[in-house]
């Protein structure tokens, strides 16, 4: 993941973009090798989990199965008012429905089924 833009890291938006890039950290990889410590002087809050996050570490607790009931399925669907076209529309219009899913899955923690489809007219 590190070749990836940092725009593609779990909890980095416009804003922290624009502030990670301005220092020239492009990518998944320049945040996980920048210096921590320089990190905590423009980024405050959130600075330690998108690191850990561009290092491969996340440390919440895992559920077992048997602790809660399992969902069948999780989806999110949308009926757009025009067709869409082009690959970025597109990309953007999945993105906003995989988020939705994935916030909850992450509060399911356990899913059987996860889809995605697309349909065209």
């Known amino acids: 993941m590190w070749v990836l833009p940092v725009e593609d890291l779990f909890l980095v938006g416009s804003a922290t973009s624009k502030k990670l890039r301005s ?58 008012s025009f067709d869409i076209e082009d690959r970025q529309t597109a990309h953007l219009a999945l993105l906003s429905l995989v988020e939705t899913v994935s916030a909850r899955l992450r509060d399911e923690s356990c899913a059987k089924l996860i889809a995605i489809s697309f349909r065209t007219n």
């Open 23 to 80: 220092r020239n950290i492009k990518t998944i990889g320049d945040l996980a090798h920048f210096d921590v410590k320089s990190l905590r002087l423009f980024l405050k809050s959130h600075m330690q989990v998108i690191w850990n996050y561009a290092n491969g570490i996340e440390n919440s607790p895992v559920k077992p199965v048997g602790n809660f009931p399992i969902a069948k399925g999780l989806g999110n669907s949308t009926t757009y």
